[in-house]
């Protein structure tokens, strides 16, 4: 078995993501199992790669991770987001209600519509074939986003953001949908989420509420799930808040699921990897990096025992190949 390795999508990679799309449960926004929806993100980010970007204009840099021939997963990084139509999400503030007269004092959370990451980048898109789990390739999709991030600085704008699917119950039912948004986007929340997947967040926009909604008149239900990560997205929730990102009060509109965020300089990985020549050789029982070499098209990952010799990186034949990088070359790793 070959080395797995990170590259730009292209569009002959539709039929595989349409699959694991399919596989993935929904609710991701950005990896939508409806191939009419999907088709135009994938041809969108593929050309992303191949339009010789000078900074973040909105750009999709999805990629995928191929072994053996075979597509197993996806991650993507946004360069900036809602630069047309608006990023939007609630962020919990909270307010005081006093009466002097009642001696009274009440503290009570708000949902108060904001676009306070439009601009921002994003990282998202993260999903891994059921056949390929267990063998830290999760781990492996989501840094290769941060390296990524590395190694095209100009293309990507501070701060960075990622959003998480929100909780759901074992029926299928999301409270907090059904008790906020479905009563101003009068449909089913698989409708609305294809939707936006579809038609870009315009009709946020046009039919959230435009007014602060206080939680008091939400259901216990709903209430309990702000900000909470759905059961599958609390590893890559955990594996965010590792990397250094933070949960600030700020949750989707649709099923108030976590938004997280940090300053570039702050991801660990960004902070922890180096730049290296590249020595080619028999790094034997080395330990284990994450490596990157590339610009945009020719931008790649891999994971592959490393041993550093001096100033440089010695890598073997086999990394090098997934790298597409030669002796004297550049490579950037951080351990893993």
């Not at 939400?218 to 799930?225: M, Q």
């Not at 590249?278 to 070499?293: C, H, N, Q, S």
Request: overall charge neutral; hydrophobic content about 45%.
């Amino acid at each position: 078995m070959s080395l797995a390795f990170m590259r730009p999508v292209k569009r002959e990679d539709f039929d595989a993501i349409l699959e694991l799309a399919k596989v993935s449960g929904g609710g991701m926004t950005n990896l939508p199992s409806d191939a009419d929806a999907l088709r135009p993100r994938v041809e969108f980010a593929a050309d992303s790669f191949t339009g010789n970007p000078t900074e973040p204009s909105g750009e999709v840099y999805m990629m995928v991770l191929e072994q053996d021939g075979k597509v197993l997963g996806t991650a993507a990084v946004f360069s900036a987001v809602g630069l047309e139509y608006g990023f939007v999400n609630y962020r919990i503030n909270k307010t005081v209600h006093a009466s002097k007269q009642l001696k009274k004092r009440v503290e009570r959370r708000l949902l108060v519509p904001t676009h306070d990451f439009t601009g921002a980048s994003e990282v998202g898109s993260l999903f891994l074939s059921p056949e390929a789990r267990g063998g830290g390739f999760g781990k492996f999709l989501a840094k290769a986003r941060y390296l990524f991030i590395a190694q095209h600085r100009n293309l990507v704008a501070d701060p960075v953001c990622a959003e998480l699917r929100g909780w759901r119950a074992p029926d299928g039912k999301q409270p907090f949908w059904e008790s906020l948004g479905k009563l101003f986007f009068d449909m089913e929340f698989e409708d609305a989420d294809l939707a936006n997947s579809a038609m870009g967040n315009q009709i946020i926009s046009d039919l959230m509420p435009r007014h602060p909604i206080y939680v008091a008149l939400l259901p216990e239900a709903a209430k309990a799930c702000l900000g909470k990560p759905h059961d599958s997205a609390l590893p890559a929730y955990n594996m965010l808040l590792k990397e250094g990102f933070a949960f600030n009060r700020y949750i989707d509109v649709f099923d108030g699921g976590p938004l997280v965020d940090a300053r570039i300089d702050d991801l660990k990985t960004v902070k922890e990897s180096r730049l290296y020549p590249v020595v080619i050789g028999d790094p034997g029982e080395a330990p284990l990096f994450l490596m990157t070499a590339g610009y945009l098209q020719t931008f790649r990952v891999t994971r592959a025992p490393a041993k550093i010799d001096g100033e440089a990186m010695m890598i073997s034949k086999d990394a090098a190949q997934r790298l597409g990088v030669k002796a004297g070359d550049e490579l950037r790793a951080v351990k893993w």
